[in-house]
Structures are given as C-alpha cells and as structure tokens.
C-alpha cells in the first residue's frame, strides 16, 4: 500500500515516531524531505505537522474526501483529513467529544487548516436539507468574520487578527446541528495605525471597492481609499485579493447565515461611522481663559457621520473635544487639548469597532446555535494566534504569547505529563522522559497575586500616579528571581550586560523563546478606557445597533464602578477556554512555516527547527517512543473488543481485567505491544490499536451477518409456521365440508331408496286391494272429463261467423294449446268457405278482380286507394241498352269483359280523341264514339306488356308484340278513367285466355315502339296537368313528357 510503504520510507518516514537517529537536525532533514516531495503533512502518532506549501496541491479533492472517510488512520498518506475523520468517528462511534488544536506562527496555516476540518467533516457527515443548511451556515461563517477579523500583515496576507474557538455540535448520529463561536481578543490598534506594508482589517478595502455607488452614496462614502485616514494610503489592494468579489461573497455569506437586508446596512453603516471618524480633524484654539482647546475643523464628515447614525452634531462634537469630570457633587465640563482629543477619538473608533465585531460573532452564533435540547456531542476547533515575537512587542504580543502558553500547557498536560503520571500511577514499566514544564511561565504571568496580569490591575486600579515605570517598578521587585523574568533592574542587579534590552522593557523567557516586551501603552491598553463622555454620545444616537453597543452609555445606569481590565478578562476567557478543551479528547494540528517569504516550495531549515524547538515536537516524539498509543479502562475495552474471543463472547462473567487479558491472549499480539495497568490496558503503537479495530470491524460485520441470519431464519421458520398452521385450519375445514356433503348425499340416496323400496313394498301389500291398472284408468278418466268439459265449453261459447272476426277463447290448460290453435284454424277456415259459398258468381267474379287489383297496385300506384271506393262495374257504357251502340254489342256478344270510354293519345301531337273501349274474353277493341264503329281490333295475345305511371292518373302504355297484325301502329297510349279497373280487367282476361301473366311496369319512364321510331316516355308530376288527367307533350323527335298532378 502506498501510505504504509512511504510510512517507512527511511529518507523521509510518515511518522517521525519511526525516525531513527532521532535528533532535531535529522527530524527537520525528514521533515523538508517530504516537503520537497510535496507530502506537506507528517504524523507524530496522531499529532500532525502540517508545513505550509504556500501553494493550492491537488490533495483537497472529493475524491481524498472518499479516499480518507473511514479509512485507517495508519493504511493512509498522512494528511489533515486522516486526522478529521478519525476525530469525527471518534465523536460519532465512541461518544468523545473532540477538539482540534491548531497552532503555529501566523502565516503557518492554521486558518486553512481549520477550514479544511471543517469542510472534512461537513462532506463526510450525512446530507439532508435541513443538514446541509446548518453545515452551510457554519462554512460561511468564515467569510463574514475573516472580512472583520483578518488583515495583511508583514506575515500573513490574510492574517487573523483574533482568536477564534468554533464548537460544531452533532446529535448522536453524527449530523451537525449547530455550533458556537468564541472569539478572544481583536487586535483593535489596528484600527488606527498599522505598520507600513500592512493594511486595515479587510473589511474596509472589501466595501469601498465592492460596494455600489448607491450603496456607498447611502452609507456616504466615497470609492477612493486613499481619502481615509486608517487606511494605508498607498498599496491598499493586494495581488491575489479580489475585495470586490470577496465583499459580495462576504455578503452572500451573511444572507445564507440568516442576517437581514436591515442588519446588514447597519453594520455598513457602523463600519462607514468607524472610517469616517478617522478623518474627523481636529484643531487647537484658545479659550477665553486663554487655556488650549480643541475644535473640529473640518465639520462635514463629523456631520455626516451623525447623519449616519442619527445623533445631533453638536453633542458628538462636544464629547469628542471636552470631557465632564465628576468631582464629589459637581460636574466640570474640561476641554480637551488636540492629542487627548485625537486620543478620545481613537478610542471611540476602536471601541465601536471590537463592540461591533463581538456583535458580528453573537449575531452569527444566534443563526447557527443549536435550538433543540436533543443531547449533543462536540468537536471544538480552535483557530487562535502563534506565539508572536517581534522587534517591538507590546501589550497585545503579551496577551498573544501568554494564550499560546497556556496552550502548550495543555499540550504538555495532555501528552507529555500527564501521561508519564499515569504510567507511574498504573504501575507501568517506565523510564521518565525529560521534558520542559511550562507552568512556572504560566504562572509567572497569571497568578491571582504576583503575576504579571495581577500586577497591572492593580496598578490600574491604584489610586494616585500612575504608570508604566510604577508597574515596571513593582515587577522588578516582585519578580526580581524569577528565571524566567529579566529586565535591565534585574540584570544590573545579577552584573549581566545585555545591551539588547532596553530600558522601560522586560523580558519573559518563553517556552517558545525569549520576548522582549515594551511596557508602553500596557497601563492604556489595560484599561481599554473610553471617556463616558463619547459612550454617552454613542447610546444617544438614534441607529439601534450603534446605540445597544454602549449599554453603559445609559445616563440611568451610570456605574462608578471601573469595567473589568482587558487582561483580566483575558485571562478569564482563556481559563474558560483551557476547562474546555480539557474536557475534551485533543488532535494536533502543528503547523510550520517553511520561510518568510509566502514562496511556495521553499524550506528554510533555520526558521524550520525553531518552530521545531517551540513546538516541542522532539520532545513529543520521544515521548510518544516510550509510550503507549492507547490506552483505555479495561471494562469499556472488554465491551468493545469482546468478540474477538470466543472466550469473552458473548458474556464474561469474571473481573475486567482477567477478560481483557484472555482477550488479548488469543490475538496474540507480541507482548512488547502490551501493557496491562492497575486499572487500564495499554497498547504501544497505534498500529496495533488498528489492527485490534480492524478485526472488530470484520468481526461485527461477521456478528451482524450471524444475527441477520438469525432473524431472517426465526422469521422465516415463523412465517412457515403460521402458514402451516393455516394450512391444516383450511384442510380440515375443507375436508369437514367436502364429508358432510357426502353424507348429506348418501343419506339422500339412502332416503329414495327407502322411500321406493317402502313404495314398493307397500304397493305390494296393497295390491291385493287395488287393481294394478287402476291409476292409469282414474288418469285417463279425468283426462278426458278434462277435454269433455273444454269442448262443451268451447261449443257454448263459439265466437261471431263474421269472416272479419278472428277471435278465440284461450285454452284452459297447457295440453290443450295445440289442439286449440288447430281448432281455432279448422273454425276459421269453415267460417271463410262458409261466407264464399253463400257469395254469388258476380259477387265471386268482382272480388277476385279486386284481389288482383290490390297484388298488381297496392302500395305501389297512388292511384290505388282512390279506386277502392269505386265498385268495378264493368260495364260503363249500357251497350244493351243504348241501340246506338248495337253493332259493338254484336262483336262483344257474350263474351264482353269490360266496355268503357276512353281517350286515345295522339302519338304525333299528344293530344288526345275519345274512344270507346270493349275488352272481351279474346280482344280488345277501340272504336269510335260517334260511329260506334270498330277502329282497332287486338288479339290479346299481342299484348306484349301494360305501363303505367306511379301517380294517380289513368294513363297507360299498351305495349304490343312487332310480330302482331297490328303491331306495325305501335304502341298505344290511352288515358282511361276506370284505369284500376282495366288493366286489373285486362290482366286477368289476358292469364284466362294465354294462361300467362301480362307484364305490368309501374314507372316513371318507360320507351314505347311507335311507328316512326322508339320514343323515351319520362312522367313528370306537374300542377299543370290538373285534375283533367295526364297532359302529354311531345319533346323532339323521340322524346315525350307526360305531365301528371
Ligand atoms: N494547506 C495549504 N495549501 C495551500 N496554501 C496554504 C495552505 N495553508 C496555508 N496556505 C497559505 O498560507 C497562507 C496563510 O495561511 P493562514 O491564513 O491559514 O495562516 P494562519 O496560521 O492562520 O496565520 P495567522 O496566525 O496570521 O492567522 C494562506 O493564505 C494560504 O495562502
Ligand atoms: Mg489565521
């Protein structure tokens, strides 16, 4: 594996706990070895030393993310993401809280580092939405506070200007819920003067060159930096810093962390009141008393700011150039001289500024605190500053230095004493290591009577003159032995000659080095004093936030009380600090700086070994040599790796001790690994530590197999049960069912073949009575009473004779329907050929002719049902009574059909002539009217076909065979009045005589043969033809129309 083949690399070990020789020249040699590699980050067991690359290497991607969750700690390259997660599985898996201790110089990296935890655990920890909110908004608090905490400084580019101590909070799965922030000690002078090359806190450069010019003409700015008194007038942007985008990211930030549009123009508005209070110039004048005042002399931006923050000119100016003095009852209103006023100006700047950062920090932990009660673990991340030692060091490199030496404290605490006191209580083989205690330094600065801190309270609490030559005095005095004080007083009095220190300075011999500090301005700064003058101001203002920034501003609650001294609540917050990370299991994050220039990849071993020597990492190594990686009470041990043995799994009802130590018997580990304490086992290297998780690891994943299979198994053996059980239910209620419906069956069966074998029995018994015919003789005799009665019945109650009639009574019973219907026909059919026989021949003749009339016309000529009316009198023209007509009446003589007028169509002009008809039994005659003569005589058997029209007219074609006597005339075209009558006539002669049907068209169209040629007849139905009957009208040669109505 690559990880654990680099680990024992021997040029350039992972672990300098494998470093061999092991000296300070050989562990920097390791050291920048592996920087030359570009393996920036080296164990010393589970601390990490991280050398700033001061260049981005590809090894911060999603994929390293992946690569390092859950992974070994040891399988591993070493790198800050091992260190995360195995703190967060830590927290998660065993219920630790966990804090990260970064430290180093400024400029080492630590920042990064910090962010790079936090951005770790915020990839490895679940997703979800609410999940991911809170882990947003614990990111982007970083922005927010870098713009007003960190600046340029000779160092760092993005130095942080403040501690800061950030607590994740997770619930027991592991996901963040929330956090807190702690931050310790802005370096407020700053504010009002840097030193040249550094610059202002970013966050003035990010909002004049990132706001808009709306946003900078409200908060009444102008765009050009160099107009501002605190901030550097030349280089103020920095290559490789985009302010611009950095304030919109800053302001991005503030949206997601939940401050509103109104929250965030006040704090612009705060921070334009701090920049523009630079620029508020003040000049000398002469009272009448002749004493020397100060004055504004440039109104306008005093004017402004307190149009910014609502508050009347007059009284701001008033506090910034005189001061009230209370003396017992009186108040003296004194003028101050330019610099007091420059002073009170400067103080009101710097205290506007750090009260609005403390808010900043409050505000944000209001969005991003948890809100629930749910239980908590913790995973602390401490970012603060590195030992600081400078050409000039005041009050602030006190504070910085006396922090980090309280946090070397911790270190040795943790690591190095505290655990060679344990091994001594536990009564564990061991040869002490020596090492450097820092708590006489500790002490020497914060002890409640003779320290340092204690000292300057007190000296800024006395009554009387006061200042840095009384308090560096008192020092001397108290502190005249100490080995780890010196000042001038101290080494004059030992005869030492040291021309590197100064007068009105002393000098701490750190743990880190020796710092030489100033003591100027440490009275001042101690004090933090603002005149209740400008507080009284600022609280009058009318700009809410401004105002909550000086509660003590409040005439009300005017206290003579003195506010505790910076020092002192330094101290206190560090103490709070200290219990807390002591309640917490620590990781190491050292980090180096290679050089002084920001180069990338370049190492200076100098600058190397001395971060080297103060960080104490010989010392930590050697320690963590004779050492033991781990260590733990053997009852939670005993719990937690049990079932590697199938001695102590699953139960041990025996001491802790022995278990552990059965435990451990079967992994047969080599025993050097091994220590067994009074009360803790103890296990050399972490590689064991791992192995011994590992196989828990496979183990548990064995075990929940095992118990998934039991319960897969339980629970499928359960389902089969149950199934079964409802298996047998269902059978035996099938088969209950499926036997008594057999019974039930048989016991019918049974019962019919007892009723017939009773039946029979009893018929036998009996027949001696009976005769055995008798059944069917009562049968047939009630049958037939049966038909008796119907047929007497129906004899009584014949229906009418009418042939019109048709009904029938119904049957009287069901076997008698057939014989009724047949009656019913039998009865109906007597009727019929009783009325036909009464009917006379004429009578017989007439309605025959009607019945043909009605198959040739019904529903097919409209003609038809006028016709019904008429009675087919045959005889229409009295040829036996009119003498006139009496040659006709000898051509007819008896075997006259029908005689009738008619008119004949003129088959050239379509008029019409009358003419008499006679139809007899062979012919079919036309004559004359006026002569009574004969005119056309036709054999019927030369009628070929009749036409006639679909309308109610008498017109008819009489089609004749061409091959007739009179069959060159043609056709012939007749208009009758009777014309129902006559074709029906002629119809029936013509089937009598030739035995053949005549054939009859009803049409609109039909051609006729006329002499001259085939003409195309078409019937038109027209109102012009009138009742007169049809009108015909010839078209053309070949065309005639017959109109009709
Ligand atoms: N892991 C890293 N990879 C690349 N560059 C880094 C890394 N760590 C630090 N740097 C570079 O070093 C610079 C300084 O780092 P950082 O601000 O974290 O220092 P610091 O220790 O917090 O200093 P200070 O005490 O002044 O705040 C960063 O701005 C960045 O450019
Ligand atoms: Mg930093």
């Known amino acids: 594996m690559e990880g654990s083949s680099s680990m024992l690399d021997a040029e350039a070990v ?57 992974c070994s700690f040891f399988a591993v390259k070493p790198h800050i993401y091992a260190i995360a997660d195995d703190a967060y599985r830590s927290l998660r898996d065993r219920d630790r809280d966990q804090c990260i201790l970064i430290t180093g110089e400024s400029g080492a990296g630590k920042t990064e580092a910090s962010k ?248 944000i932990n209001a ?88 000292m300057l309270d007190e000296e800024c609490l006395r009554p009387g003159v006061v200042n840095e030559d009384t308090f560096l005095t008192k020092l001397n005095q108290l502190l005249a032995t100490h080995k780890h004080y010196e000042s001038k007083e101290t080494q004059n009095a030992r005869r030492v000659t040291d ?34 003058d400008l507080s009284q101001a600022m609280w009058a203002a009318q700009h809410a936030l401004l105002r909550s920034l000086f509660p003590e501003g409040d005439p009300q609650k005017v206290s003579l009380k003195l506010p505790p001294t910076a020092g002192f609540q330094f101290k206190s917050s560090v103490a709070m600090l200290m219990k807390n990370l002591y309640s917490k299991n620590p990781n190491y994050i050292r980090c180096i700086k290679p050089n002084d220039t920001k180069s990338a990849m370049v190492f200076t071993p100098e600058l190397v070994l001395a971060q080297v020597r103060y960080l104490g990492l010989l010392e930590n190594v050697r320690v963590r040599r004779a050492g033991y990686a781990f260590r733990q009470l053997y009852g939670p041990f005993l719990q937690r790796y049990k079932m590697l043995n199938a001695q102590t799994w699953p139960r041990w009802d025996r001491g802790d001790r022995e278990g552990t130590e059965v435990l451990l018997a079967g992994l047969e580990f080599p025993a050097e690994e091994l220590a067994f304490g009074h009360t803790k086992i103890f296990i050399r290297s972490p590689r064991t530590l791992f192995d011994l998780e590992r196989r828990r690891q496979e183990r548990v994943a064995e075990l929940a197999t095992l118990i998934q299979k039991m319960f897969r198994g339980w629970r499928c053996r359960t ?5 079964r ?46 005769r055995s015919s008798a059944s069917t003789c009562l049968a047939n005799f009630i049958y037939r009473r049966l038909v008796q009665k119907y047929l007497v019945g129906l004899a009584k109650n014949l229906p009418p004779l009418s042939v019109t009639d048709r009904t029938w009574p119904p049957a009287p019973y069901r076997f008698l329907d057939n014989t009724n219907q047949e009656l019913k026909n039998i009865f109906y059919h007597w009727k019929c050929k009783k009325y036909r026989d009464q009917l006379s021949a004429s009578r017989r003749a007439q309605l025959q002719a009607r019945l043909c009339a009605s198959e040739l016309f019904k529903d097919k000529k409209t003609l038809y049902p006028k016709s019904l009316q008429q009675p087919f009198r045959g005889e229409y023209l009295g040829l036996k009574q009119n003498p006139k007509y009496q040659k006709l009446h000898a051509v007819a003589k008896d075997k006259l059909v029908m005689a009738d007028s008619v008119r004949k169509v003129n088959r050239a002009s379509g008029k019409t002539v009358p003419r008499l008809l006679l139809l007899t039994t062979e012919h079919l005659v036309l004559a004359d ?16 076909g009749v036409s006639v029209t679909r309308f109610s007219d008498g017109f008819l074609a009489l089609h004749l065979k061409e091959v007739s006597t009179v069959g060159a005339k043609g056709d012939f075209l007749l208009v009758s009045d009777h014309l129902i009558e006559l074709v029906t006539r002629l ?59």
């Open 14 to 70: 992972a672990d300098l706990v494998l470093l061999d020789p092991l000296t300070e020249e050989s562990l920097v040699q390791t050291l920048q070895e592996r920087f030359r590699r570009r393996d920036i980050y080296t164990y010393i067991g589970n601390v990490v030393i991280s050398v700033n690359p001061y260049q981005s290497l590809p090894i911060y991607t999603p994929e390293k993310v992946e690569e390092y969750r859950n």
């Open 116 to 363: 790079l935890v936090m951005s770790y655990v915020a990839a490895v920890s679940s997703k979800g939405e609410e999940v991911n909110k809170v882990k947003e908004q614990l990111l982007q608090s970083n922005p927010v506070l870098e713009a007003f905490g960190n600046a340029k400084t000779v160092r760092n580019d993005n130095s942080s200007r403040f501690g800061k101590y950030m607590d994740i909070e997770f619930d027991f799965k592991g996901e963040p819920l929330g956090g807190v922030i702690s931050n310790y000690l802005l370096e407020k002078s700053r504010i009002v003067r840097h030193v040249k090359g550094e610059r202002n806190f970013h966050i003035f450069y990010q909002l004049l060159a990132g706001a808009s010019p709306q946003l900078l003409q409200q908060l009444k700015l102008r765009q050009d930096c160099g107009h501002y008194g605190y901030l550097d007038r030349e280089g103020s942007s920095l290559p490789g810093m985009d302010d611009a985008a950095n304030f919109h990211a800053m302001q991005d930030a503030m949206r997601i962390i939940g401050f509103s549009p109104a929250e965030v123009t006040e704090l612009l508005q705060v921070t334009a009141v701090v920049l523009k209070l630079g620029n508020v110039q003040l000049s000398s004048s002469f009272q009448a008393s002749g004493m020397e005042a100060c004055s504004i002399s440039e109104p306008q931006e005093l004017h402004e700011i307190c149009e910014l923050i609502g508050l009347e000119p007059g009284m701001l100016e008033r506090a910034l150039c005189s001061r009230t003095v209370k003396a017992r009852d009186e108040t003296v209103l004194t003028t101050l001289t330019v610099p007091q006023g420059y002073y009170g100006r400067d103080a009101l700047a710097k205290n506007i500024y750090s009260r609005l950062f403390d808010w900043l920090v409050k505000r």
């Open 367 to 454: 969005s991003i605190q948890v809100k629930s009660d749910k239980q908590r673990k913790v995973m602390g991340v401490l970012d603060i500053y590195g030992f600081e030692i400078f050409q000039d060091n005041g009050f602030e490199q006190f504070i910085i230095n006396y922090c980090n030496e309280k946090l070397q404290q911790i270190f040795i605490l943790m690591t190095l004493k505290e655990e060679q006191e344990e091994y001594v209580r536990e009564g564990i083989q061991w040869t002490p290591v020596e090492f450097f205690d820092n708590s006489i330094i500790c002490n020497l600065i914060e002890n409640n009577t003779t320290g340092i801190l204690a």
């Open 499 to 532: 021309a590197s220190l100064p007068p009105r300075c002393f000098r701490i011999h750190h743990y880190a080095g020796k710092v030489t500090y100033n003591v100027t301005g440490f009275i001042e700064k101690n004090n933090d004093l603002l005149f209740r």
């Open 719 to 723: 389902q089969y049960q149950l199934m």
């Open 725 to 770: 059980k409802s298996q047998i239910l269902i059978s035996a209620w099938f088969r209950g069912h499926r036997q008594k419906n057999r019974y039930k069956q048989m016991k019918r069966s049974a019962l019919i073949l007892q009723a017939y074998a009773r039946g029979w029995k009893a018929r036998k018994t009996y027949r001696k009575y009976f």
């Open 929 to 944: 009217p006026k002569a009574a003569q004969p005119k056309t005589v036709l054999s019927l058997s030369d009628i070929r």
């Open 987 to 1045: 119809y029936q002669t013509v089937e009598a005589t030739t035995g053949q049907a005549l054939p009859l068209h009803i049409t609109d169209r039909f051609s006729t043969r006329f002499p001259k040629g085939d003409v195309s007849i078409t019937v038109v139905e027209s109102p012009k033809a009138s009742t007169n009957g049809p009108v015909c009208k010839k078209k053309g040669s070949n065309k005639m129309e017959v109109l009709v109505y």
